[in-house]
């Protein structure tokens, strides 16, 4: 008769186990996410881009390296990713956008440079072929002509590398009323 009454606990109790491990399980699963950027918008908002939804986008790939201060150039190779102006709301006025990195970096960029056909600003998650997070260098802004060397006099900038930010964690988009960000 004991060993009857103690079957019946014995199974409320994996029971009771399995509601409450299963839960915590299903938890730390969805923590294991895709690599993303955070985009804060001027008027507060603020939206998750994950690596998943950038490679549903128009692809920009091409071959590619800058001019830094030094007159060195930098980081030859083939990256991919997708436009900044893809990333951001065709009927959003802006008027800048910053995009800074985990280590603290930041450059402002005009408008004018992010939507500058002919020297696209793409925010690469892919190079040579390694995706991010493989690719330590993690998401990477990367300005991309067709011939895919910029060089500072052609940008007319001091160094183009400035512009070539690593790790890029958050874009912010800025207007001349309101400054968002976190």
Request: aromatic content about 10%; proline content about 5%.
């Amino acid at each position: 008769m004991i060993a009857g009454l103690r079957r019946p606990y014995v199974i409320v109790f994996l029971l009771i186990v399995a509601v409450i491990v299963l839960p915590m399980v299903v938890r730390m699963a969805r923590q294991v996410q895709d690599p993303a950027i955070e985009i804060f918008y001027p008027d507060g908002s603020r939206e998750e881009i994950t690596l998943l939804q950038m490679k549903q986008m128009p692809v920009v790939m091409r071959r590619g390296t800058y001019q830094n201060q030094f007159d060195n150039w930098r980081d030859e190779g083939l990256y991919a990713g997708v436009r900044l102006v893809d990333l951001i709301p065709c009927n959003l006025d802006y008027t800048s956008i910053l995009c800074s990195s985990c280590d603290g970096y930041a450059i402002e960029i005009d408008r004018a440079r992010v939507e500058d056909s002919d020297y696209p600003v793409i925010l690469a998650y892919a190079f040579n072929k390694t995706e991010v997070p493989d690719w330590k260098l993690g998401f990477r802004i990367a300005v991309l002509p067709e011939d895919g060397n910029v060089s500072n006099e052609e940008y007319n900038v001091l160094s183009v590398g400035s512009y070539w930010v690593k790790n890029v964690d958050k874009i912010v988009l800025k207007d001349s009323i309101h400054v968002s960000g976190p």
